[in-house]
């Protein structure tokens, strides 16, 4: 409680307030940025074209993803595109990850393995190792940074067939340095949990990915990255940091080095969502940690950025300190809504006008993001989506509880990187939105010898 002219206020109370208040400003003003008519994302038939085609190198790190791997490979090798390359990092799987992919008969795949102690020291290492393989001639001895696209793609990445069409030719712009694509969750019908990841990931990239388009303040997430290899060595040999969230400190690192980075709304890459609660909140607990080690950029975002991407940037490292602040508010809510329990159970409340402004600051917002999810998954009806409108607010104070452990973790110097396991899925014969898609996969093309890297066993598979 603060004493000012006379009154008492309670300053968890207003700090609360405050940035609900702001945060409820900013998705305004994303929302309707997000809105704004852009131009139209238009795909190349790499088939006809005649001018530059870049090399596609997918990167995907794998820590025992035997139960996910194979499909995935075989999702990328049924792409149409004619430079295509595919690094698996084994990263020092013991569950025959590594097997698996050798049996891939495709001369396209490579794996590239790291072994302890040297392995298991978290994502950002294992993709800069294979970073410095590819760069140093690994997949093409004559490699061309600028001509070459590094795409991370998580081991139960399911990208859409057409992505390369879409993206790769918003790297004729030379200041592009990267594009991310949508993410949606492909277990979403399965359980509650991962049906509020998909609505939380569309609700990301079609809201605040789409407004900050407009913001020149683009982030680039963990699956779905399409990264320059030239603008990824002005970082030095190892571009991506030891943070718990390196596709976030990516990102920021090349706006710092005035690149410009792109959302694909055209397309998206399918991952498999966690059903799980304590696995949900072991995985958000790291996310949210990643963030508050985001603050170590702070000082350049203000000193070395300006105009719009300055303000954005530094609003996106500093929001999970306004989400602290706001479960100070939830838990007196909940403390003043047991009161009011007790209360009315007595015959001492009623309910007021008050309750229609509560339930419309608290529910209002969502239930307007239930309808433009709605476009994305047209199979729902309305009454469903508003119920998932409902939904979505108590999933949110889900966060609440991550984000203290995060800070807890961080306290203690706990900064470990603690990966998110997979579990078996649903043959992707048997999902219809991606049977659509597919098409037969095309005849491998030659590609030169790769070099050996002292660093990790490298396997090429010849036939």
């Known amino acids: 409680m603060v004493s000012f002219r006379g009154e008492i206020y309670d300053i968890v109370l207003l700090v609360s307030v405050a940035a609900i ?11 309707v940025l997000s809105r704004v008519k852009k131009p139209k994302w238009r795909p190349r038939n790499y088939d006809s074209w005649t001018g530059t085609t870049p090399e596609i190198v997918f990167v995907m790190p794998c820590l025992n993803e035997a139960t996910v791997v194979g499909a995935s490979l075989q999702r990328l090798l049924a792409m149409d595109y004619p430079r295509l390359s595919i690094v698996v990092i084994d990263d020092g799987s013991d569950d025959g990850t590594g097997d698996i992919v050798k049996q891939v008969a495709d001369p396209r795949v490579h794996l590239f393995q790291r072994t302890l102690p040297n ?41 859409d067939r057409r992505s390369l069409d879409y993206v790769i030719p918003a790297f004729d712009d030379p200041m592009l340095a990267g594009v991310q694509i949508g993410v949606r969750i492909n277990n979403r019908v399965s359980n509650m949990l991962a049906r509020m990841q998909d609505l939380e990931f569309v609700l990301y990239t079609e809201v605040f990915q789409r407004g900050r388009v407009k913001l020149n303040s683009v982030g680039l997430g963990g699956n779905g990255q399409f990264v320059r290899l030239s603008a990824l ?43 799980d609660l304590g696995r949900w909140i072991r995985q958000r607990t790291r996310w949210f940690q990643g963030y508050l080690q985001g603050w170590n950029q702070v000082a350049n975002i203000l000193v ?61 917002p969502t239930l307007v993001l239930s309808f433009l999810y709605r476009k994305n998954e047209p199979q729902l009806g309305i009454v469903k989506a508003l119920l998932l409108g409902h939904a979505y607010v ?22 470990g990187w603690a990966k998110t396991e997979r579990v078996a899925e649903v043959p992707e ?14 005849e491998p093309g030659p590609i030169p010898q790769p070099l050996p890297d002292a660093r990790a066993t490298h396997l090429h598979k010849e036939h």
């Open 21 to 31: 208040v702001l945060s409820l400003a900013y998705l305004a003003m994303l929302l």
């Open 119 to 159: 392995a298991r020291k978290g994502k950002g290492k294992a993709l800069n190792d294979a970073f410095q393989f590819i760069y140093d001639g690994g997949i093409n001895p004559h490699i061309d940074p600028e001509n070459t696209i590094l795409v991370v793609v998580d081991a139960d990445g399911r990208m």
């Open 233 to 275: 060595r002005l970082l030095g040999r190892d571009p991506w940091s030891d943070s718990l969230t390196e596709d976030l400190d990516l990102g920021i690192r090349l706006h710092l080095l005035g690149f410009r980075l792109d959302y694909c709304p055209e397309v998206a890459v399918h991952q498999q969502g966690l059903e």
């Open 304 to 364: 070395r950025l300006w105009g719009t991407a300055r303000i954005d940037l530094f609003w996106t490292i500093a929001s999970p300190i306004l989400l602290l602040c706001v479960t100070f508010f939830t838990a007196s809510f909940l403390v003043w809504l047991v009161a009011f329990g007790i209360g009315f159970a007595r015959g001492t409340a009623h309910f007021g006008w008050q309750f229609l402004v509560i339930y419309l600051l608290a529910f209002g």
């Open 394 to 415: 108590f999933y949110a104070q889900l966060w609440g509880i991550a984000g203290w452990k995060a800070v807890w973790n961080q306290l203690r110097g706990r900064t």
């Open 429 to 442: 014969a048997e999902t219809p939105e991606l049977e659509a898609e597919r098409q037969p996969a095309l």
